[in-house]
T-cell receptor, first 111, second 113 residues
């Protein structure tokens, strides 16, 4: 089955700096890669996603890049703000419609 | 508020018991997904239903089962509960099926004593 690895597990950045979270996956046929933000005690929320036929997608301060050859994808947050502090999960969807999640990255933005 | 509702919010029960978790998707959404989130195993996909039919299966134990009803609400049944089943159970819904944005409900926190 699919295996998704996520790094780092914790990340602290100064407000205004950039944050990068990386994920790798094992199933080359996986075709959809969403990123979720989960604040403490709340539900996961989709913040950005990318399909396997696209290399990069951007939405304001958030961007995701996908390298299918290397089987990795990354989340980039620029100009970080304290409200960006949360746990971020990457996921990969297989052709069998199963979702596999990374173990999460706890991001702290220091004011 | 995502528009996805889950009941109950909290559930405390004993080992060996059976519980039912309920999920109502966003209006118009045909797909429902169930996830388990625990401290030791992270976020895990359990099962997906689309318009009443099972579409995909993840790491769902045989003691667990689910169904989606004609009005599109879904129930997750957990039986012969064990301590390790204590977790947060999320339901999510999407408009149709593949490659769709999923909207998560607030979750049901299950504690097995």
């Amino acid at each position: 089955g699919e295996n998704v690895e996520q790094h780092p597990s914790t990340l602290s950045v100064q407000e205004g700096d950039s944050a990068v979270i990386k994920c790798t996956y094992s199933d080359s046929a996986s075709n959809y890669f969403p990123w979720y933000k989960q604040e403490l005690g709340k539900r996961p929320q989709l913040i950005i996603d990318i399909r396997s036929n696209v290399g990069e997608k951007k939405d304001q301060r958030i961007a995701v890049t996908l390298n299918k050859t290397a089987k990795h994808f990354s989340l980039h947050i620029t100009e970080t703000q304290p409200e960006d502090s949360a746990v971020y999960f990457c996921a990969a969807k297989t052709t069998g419609n199963q979702f596999y999640f990374g173990t999460g990255t706890s991001l702290t933005v220091i004011p | 508020d995502s528009g996805v509702t889950q009941t109950p919010k909290h559930l405390i029960t004993a080992t060996g018991q059976r519980v039912t978790l309920r999920c109502s998707p966003r209006s118009g959404d045909l797909s429902v997904y169930w996830y388990q989130q625990s401290l030791d195993q992270g976020l895990q996909f359990l099962i997906q239903y689309y318009n009443g039919e099972e579409r995909a299966k993840g790491n769902i134990l045989e003691r667990f089962s689910a169904q989606q009803f004609p009005d599109l609400h879904s129930e997750l049944n957990l039986s012969s509960l064990e301590l390790g089943d204590s977790a947060l159970y999320f339901c999510a819904s999407s408009a149709r099926d593949f490659l769709e944005t999923q909207y998560f409900g607030p979750g049901t926190r299950l504690l097995v004593l």
